[in-house]
């Protein structure tokens, strides 16, 4: 059987996997461009994103813009989406049967899309994508390599937000990004 976007649009609009939905006022399916060699993964969708049923608008959102333009990085050119595809009350950690529920959803869209580079926004989706003792502090910006596939992580851009001092490092990250994607294109 070929799998297909739509398919995968409708199994999370219909997902009863955990108890988020029945709290969620519409799931958070990722956006972009369906064939991008570079996948952003945060780890759940906050207040607005749950409002919208889009990943990254609101403040998060225009800051990720901001930063990924500075970069020489469109929205456009790119896929955005979260390990959970729905809001966790009171913007809270998922809990891990959560993830657990959502994850084969990431993965089917990891399947479709083939990137080449992931970036896993914040430390829950890098301990979960790239390894369960990352730290963010000391491993923000390091490489490693699965399948194919350039993997690193970086500050969630709502760590921006309560910290502004990160700006910079999120920012040079990004760049090298960019340097990454360049590499892996040749």
């Not at 997902?15 to 952003?40: E, F, H, K, W």
């Not at 657990?100 to 990137?115: D, G, N």
Request: net charge positive.
């Amino acid at each position: 059987m070929q799998y297909t976007w739509n398919d995968l649009e409708q199994h999370i609009a219909s997902c009863t996997q955990c108890p988020l939905c029945r709290s969620r006022r519409r799931p958070v399916i990722g956006r972009g461009n369906y064939q991008a060699d570079l996948m952003l993964i945060a780890e759940a969708p906050g207040a607005q994103e749950d409002q919208q049923g889009i990943p990254f608008v609101g403040r998060s959102g225009e800051l990720l813009d901001k930063l990924l333009l500075e970069c020489g990085l469109d929205r456009a050119e790119i896929y955005i989406t979260n390990i959970l595809k729905c809001h966790p009350p009171g913007n809270r950690d998922p809990k891990e049967e959560e993830k657990r529920a959502c994850f084969p959803y990431l993965k089917y869209e990891t399947f479709l899309l083939k990137p080449k580079i992931i970036v896993c926004l914040g430390r829950v989706a890098a301990q979960r994508i790239i390894s369960p003792d990352f730290k963010i502090t000391r491993q923000h910006g390091a490489w490693t390599h699965r399948k194919d596939c350039a993997l690193t992580a970086t500050y969630h851009p709502s760590a921006i937000l309560r910290d502004p001092s990160k700006y910079a490092i999120v920012k040079e990250d990004f760049c090298e990004v960019v340097k990454k994607r360049v590499e892996v294109n040749r």
